[in-house]
């Protein structure tokens, strides 16, 4: 099963601003809609990677990983 993000975006003047709700902090703008939609797309990435890597980085010793569906 591959999460689902949402975003919520608006027009706003001559750009295209949005934010994923699942995701604090994640936003971004774009001239266009779909280009809007990729920033948005890399932000995610971006942030997920980092969190990642905070997380491991937290880790002392073994450790599991566990898939949480939602």
């Given at each position: 099963m591959v999460p689902k993000n949402t975003a919520v975006i608006q027009r706003h003047g001559k750009w295209?601003?949005?934010?994923?709700?699942?995701?604090?902090?994640?936003?971004?703008?774009?001239r266009t809609r779909r280009q809007l939609l990729a920033n948005l797309k890399d932000a995610l990435k971006?942030?997920?990677?980092?969190n990642r890597a905070d997380a491991r980085a937290a880790v002392k010793g073994t450790c599991e990983e566990v898939a949480i569906v939602t």
């Amino acid at each position: 099963m591959v999460p689902k993000n949402t975003a919520v975006i608006q027009r706003h003047g001559k750009w295209w601003i949005g934010w994923i709700e699942e995701a604090p902090g994640v936003n971004s703008q774009g001239r266009t809609r779909r280009q809007l939609l990729a920033n948005l797309k890399d932000a995610l990435k971006e942030a997920l990677e980092m969190n990642r890597a905070d997380a491991r980085a937290a880790v002392k010793g073994t450790c599991e990983e566990v898939a949480i569906v939602t």
